[in-house]
């Protein structure tokens, strides 16, 4: 049984976690994280991570960036690995997370859908083939009307890993409306759609001639994310000091 504890838990992702885990006989919350609590948790809930005394084998973080800072140090001294899901961490930040991975085991990845990180490998593979035979990359991410940034960090992810096959030798178009020119062979176009409800919706098309493939992911729910950081937490307990991401867990 793996013990977590869930920081941030009355969030909208800690709150869909913590109904995941009731439903999982591989792990349990036995300390949840937050600056308000209501009393609707079956688990001890603290109102800042230094105060939580409960011995855990991991922690899942979904919570807000500067509440990072205190959950490394916790991390690092209590000698306990930590899923970090919490997004918009500054450069400082993220210097902290890579030194910290040196003393205790962090994953982080841009998403926590097993999915998205599974199609990060397929697109690794079929960029080295179609590539070269002249097919050229675009990718279309769709989300909510409330999001903030574009295009999603998924997008870039996706991008990264067709680029990162290919030698870095491509470059990202945004925006196409200003410049009136033919295609470059050697660019990946980026396209965000921002409306309604749309939890993540994100489309790789590889266009050739006479032929198109498609790698698609649809994202129905934030549970997705939730179960990834579930799967993420199974796997981190017990692991050596090192930065580790969801290919880790996919490859197992």
């Known amino acids: 049984m793996t013990r977590v504890i869930m920081h941030g838990c009355n969030g909208k992702m800690g709150q869909t976690i913590s109904g ?38 991991a922690i899942i973080d979904f919570s807000a960036a500067p509440a990072v800072d205190d959950l490394i140090t ?7 690995p930590c899923v970090l899901c919490t997004t918009g961490l500054s450069e400082e930040q993220l210097v902290r997370v890579q030194e910290a991975s ?24 079929a960029a080295g083939i179609l590539a070269p035979a002249g097919f050229d990359i675009e990718i279309v991410e769709k989300h909510h009307n409330l999001k903030l940034d574009a ?13 990162e096959e ?39 098309i ?23 950081a579930i799967q993420a937490a199974k796997f981190l307990a017990g692991k050596p000091a090192g930065m580790y991401d969801m290919s880790n867990v996919i490859d197992g």
């Open 166 to 204: 290919l030698g870095h030798d491509y470059h990202y178009v945004y925006d196409r409306s200003q410049v009136r020119e033919k295609r470059d062979g050697k660019e990946i176009g980026i396209s965000a759609v921002r409306g309604g409800t749309i939890v993540g919706d994100h489309d790789v």
């Open 151 to 163: 295009p999603s960090g998924t997008a870039i992810a996706l991008a990264d890993s067709i680029n």
């Open 20 to 57: 995941l885990i009731a439903a999982d006989e591989e792990i349990e919350i036995v300390a949840g994280v937050d600056a308000y609590d209501e009393g609707k948790n079956p688990y001890p809930v603290f109102s800042s991570i230094a105060k939580c005394d409960v011995a855990a084998d």
């Open 206 to 228: 590889f266009a050739g001639a006479d032929e198109v493939v498609t790698f698609s992911h649809r994202a129905y729910s934030k549970a997705v994310f939730g179960k990834g």
């Open 74 to 80: 916790y991390s690092v001294d209590r000698q306990i």
């Open 102 to 125: 040196k003393k205790v085991a962090i994953l982080k990845s841009a998403n926590m859908s097993l999915g998205i990180n599974m199609l990060l490998k397929l697109l690794k593979e």
